[in-house]
């Protein structure tokens, strides 16, 4: 799989931030104190598909406020304790990854634990699994002064996109002194193209770019992933719990020399040979 630890944990903050703050006490009688609060459950399923099946589900999950150690199912097969997440917000975590030659058409959740009152508690969740995007372009030219768009074909089960950019650019000054522009953001989008200004990616002013690159990394996501819409959890439960497919990338970087109309046939003498001056110069060599 594409996905790593890393970007399922930086998923697992995203969308904790979703349910900080809502639900997250019981029920207040007329005249008495808050009750305890619930359990509170963050997690994502990632599907690897296999031609028109999904064989395989990476599981991640976390749960806070629990009064016992819980026991976590996704299609009637246990997940793993995992007890390193117990450092990221105290939540207790389990990961791990489910098989199927069939294959799998959803994931269902559940999670049982055992409450302060000796009852047992079920939370549960039903999602669907989104399919894997295409990108209409996986390598993008960026153009001084022209936006740049990407798009990529609408993902089945999808509920919307998550898009992160990471971009930088070394470039000259006029003084020859190299500097460095980074962008580097995420958004989720519901439309299948995103399209930002070029001074987002371009410097101000610069003499020549020395070098730049940079990917578009687009997830498709089923379940909830917009603040205040935070809760697919159902029964002794709160919170999220979302499925995103492997992601999609996109190579960026800029071209300095052309232009989006012109070709290497349509470039004169006198400017190949200043594109070349420029080039020895910016090496310490001496033009001849």
Sequence with gaps: MKNNAQTILLVIAVFSLLISGAGCEGDQGPAGPAGPAKLSIVGTVTPEWDGDIVDELYVSLGVSNAPSIPIVKV????IPLYDSW???GGRIGYQGN???ETGFEEASLEVTYTKLNGNEGVATSTILLPEETVADDDDIQIYPGNDVEASWSSSDNADAYWVQVDFY???????????????????????TTITIPSEDFMPASYASIYSSDGTFYIYPVTGPWMPGVSNNIEGDGIGVFIGMADYEYVDVDINSVLSPNENEEDRDTEHTVDIRKIAEELAGLKHR
């Excluded at 299609?75 to 246990?78: D, E, H, L, P, T």
């Excluded at 470039?171 to 002194?177: C, G, P, T």
């Excluded at 190299?178 to 989008?189: G, M, S």
Aim: charged share 25%.
């Design 75 to 78: 299609n009637n097969s246990g």
């Design 86 to 88: 117990i450092e990221y």
């Design 169 to 191: 650019v070394r470039y000259y000054d006029a003084a020859s002194v190299l500097h460095r522009k980074d962008l580097e953001f995420d958004t989720v989008l519901t439309d």
């Design 98 to 100: 489910l098989y199927s």
